[in-house]
C-alpha cells in the first residue's frame, strides 16, 4: 500500500509550530506525504508548502476584511490540490475564519477532516459549533473544558493536552540570561511581548512603551527597570520604530529566547493570546493587554461571551493574572499593575501557585503525539489499533 497524502493547513505563527511537530509525529506513524499551508516550522518540518500562513494572518473583524480575497484565494487552491492529489485526511490547526471555507469546500469532495485546536466557541460565535458538526469529522481539542461542549454538540472530540506543556521550557538561568544579554543582575528585568503580528503591534506597542517610560522614571521598587522585547520571528525591527520610538526608554530586543527571556524576568507585560499560557508555564508574574480596532471592539462587545480574555485566566476558571483590554489598556494602568507586582512578594507568590493549577489542567505533556495517534487513526493505519484507540470515544 502507498503512504497516504495529508493535507495539513495551519494559519498562524503558533500553529505553524505546533502543525510542524504533528506533521513529524504523522509521518513517523504512517509515512504520509504532506502538503498544505504555513510556515517556517513547518517548511523545516518538510511539509510541501502551497500557502503562506503569513497571508492570511490578521487579528480583528475590520482588520480582516481586506484579507478577505485572500483568503477565499487560499481556501480554493488548498481544497483544489487536496482534491488533484487525492488526500486521504485533511488536518485543519486553529484559524476558523480560514479553515471552516476549507472544511466546506473539502466536504463536497468527500474529504474526511480533522481539526486540532478548534474555534473559541465558549468564548464567541457558539453557532459554529453546528457548522462543526455537519463538517468535521473529529475535534481534537488542548483545553479541558473544550472536550464537554463538543461532546454535548454530539461531535467526535478528543482532549490531547495543550502542546507547549512540552516545550515550554528555559535553557539558562536567571544569572546566564543577564550576563549573556549584558543586563544588571541586580535591576528588576520587565519583559515585553507584544504580539507576533504586524497589526497586533501597531495597536499595542505604543502603549507599552509609554508605560514603559513611565516605569523608567519610578522611584519605587519598578525603578532601575530594564524592559526586555521578545521579537516575533519575521517583524522587522523598523515596525517598533515606528510605533514606539519617541519615548526616550531604552529597550533591548532580543529573538528566539522568549522561554529563556519570561524566565529571566521578574514582570511581563504581555499581549493576550497563547503567550499567556507561555508565561504561566514559566511562573513569570503578568500582566495581560490588549487592543483592538475600534469598530473591531464594537462589535466584539455584542458577541464575546468570556468573561475573560486571558488564556491563563480562562484556563484557571478565575482572574489569576490582570487583564487591560482596550479601553482599560493604558498606560498609567499597565504601569501601576507592575509596581504592584514588581512591589508585592505575597501577590507574586499567590499568581505563582495559581499557576500551578494551570499547568496541572493542560494536561501531563504528549500532546501532540496523541493527537498524532487520533489523525492516523482517522486514515485506519496500524499503529492506531495499539497506539490510539484509548483516546477515541
Known amino acids: 500500500m502507498s503512504a497516504p497524502t495529508i493535507l495539513l493547513s495551519a494559519g498562524e505563527a503558533s500553529s505553524d509550530m505546533y502543525a510542524a511537530r504533528l506533521a513529524e509525529a504523522l509521518r513517523r506513524r504512517t509515512g504520509a506525504r504532506i502538503f498544505g499551508m504555513g510556515g517556517p516550522h513547518m517548511a523545516e518540518a518538510g511539509v510541501e508548502l502551497i500557502a503562506d500562513c503569513r497571508d492570511i494572518s490578521v487579528v480583528g473583524i475590520a482588520e480582516v476584511l481586506h484579507k478577505i480575497p485572500v483568503v477565499y484565494r487560499v481556501q480554493r487552491q488548498l481544497a483544489r490540490e487536496a482534491s488533484r492529489r487525492r488526500a486521504a485526511l485533511a488536518i485543519l490547526v486553529d484559524s476558523p475564519g480560514t479553515h471552516l471555507g476549507v472544511a466546506r469546500r473539502l466536504k463536497r469532495e468527500g474529504i474526511p477532516v480533522g481539526y486540532f485546536i478548534g474555534p473559541q466557541v465558549w468564548a464567541w460565535r457558539p453557532g459554529r459549533v453546528r457548522v462543526i458538526k455537519r463538517l468535521v469529522n473529529r475535534m481534537v481539542v488542548i483545553f479541558p473544558f473544550e472536550e464537554e461542549i463538543y461532546r454535548r454538540a454530539g461531535i467526535p472530540v478528543s482532549f490531547v493536552g495543550h502542546p507547549l506543556v512540552d516545550v515550554v521550557h ?20 520587565v519583559a515585553i511581548l507584544p504580539g507576533s503580528r504586524p497589526n497586533e503591534v501597531a495597536q499595542n506597542y505604543p502603549r507599552i512603551i509609554a508605560a514603559c517610560a513611565e516605569l523608567a522614571r519610578d522611584a519605587g521598587p519598578s525603578g532601575g527597570s530594564q524592559f526586555v522585547q521578545a521579537v516575533a520571528r519575521g517583524l522587522d525591527a523598523r515596525l517598533f520604530a515606528s510605533h514606539g520610538g519617541k519615548e526616550g526608554v531604552e529597550v533591548k530586543r532580543v529573538e528566539g529566547v522568549t522561554y529563556d527571556l519570561l524566565a529571566a524576568a521578574d514582570c511581563a507585560i504581555v499581549a493576550s493570546g497563547t503567550a499567556t499560557i507561555e508565561a504561566a508555564l514559566l511562573g513569570t508574574p503578568m500582566v495581560v493587554i490588549y487592543r483592538v480596532a475600534p469598530l473591531t471592539a464594537s462589535i466584539l462587545r455584542r458577541m464575546v461571551r468570556t468573561p475573560f480574555f486571558a488564556m491563563a485566566n480562562l484556563v484557571a476558571g478565575r482572574r489569576i493574572v490582570p487583564e487591560l483590554i482596550q479601553d482599560d489598556f493604558v498606560p498609567s494602568a499597565v504601569a501601576a499593575e507592575v509596581r504592584r507586582l514588581l512591589g508585592s512578594p505575597a501577590a507574586v507568590a499567590e499568581m505563582k501557585a495559581a499557576f500551578g493549577e494551570v499547568r496541572a489542567r493542560l494536561g501531563a505533556g504528549g500532546a501532540i503525539e496523541r493527537a498524532a495517534d487520533v489523525f492516523a487513526g482517522m486514515l485506519g493505519t496500524a499503529q492506531w489499533a495499539t497506539a490510539g484507540a484509548n483516546l477515541v470515544s
Open 170 to 189: 528555559s535553557s539558562m538561568t536567571r544569572a546566564e540570561f543577564v550576563a549573556l544579554h549584558g543586563l544588571d543582575a541586580a535591576r528588576p528585568i
